[in-house]
């Protein structure tokens, strides 16, 4: 079993910053896919970004030049910069770790953009 934590989420401004935090238990970290949703009330989770263990990160259309993904495989960790948040930014946003089949996600943080 995996545990995933997600930390890092609060009230921005719009145009302001934030930075997601993503900790992943487990000794095999370096081979799980890494994957950032949201979801706001009444709607389908979607995809924010997502790092697979190895290859190329992928990115929402709605995030792509101001969300990053990064991770630290040292801390068992990855991250998600948000840029330039917007209104429309605001949802519980959800990390999960792919590894083996299973699918594994984290109780999720909430970021409110709002001035």
């Known amino acids: 079993q995996v545990q995933v934590v997600e930390s890092g989420g609060g009230l921005a401004q719009p145009g302001g910053s934030l930075r997601l935090s993503c900790a992943a238990s487990?000794?095999?970290?370096?081979?799980?896919?890494m994957g950032w949703y949201r979801q706001v009330p009444g709607k389908q989770r979607e995809l924010v970004a997502v790092m697979p263990s190895g290859g190329t990160t992928n990115y929402a259309d709605s995030v792509k030049g101001r969300f990053t993904i990064t991770r630290d495989n040292t801390k068992n960790t990855v991250y998600l910069q948000m840029n330039s948040l917007k209104p429309e930014d605001t949802a519980v946003y959800y990390c999960n770790a792919k590894y083996v089949g299973n699918i594994y996600w984290g109780q999720g943080t909430q970021v409110t953009v709002s001035s």
């Open positions: 487990g000794s095999f970290f370096r081979a799980y896919a």
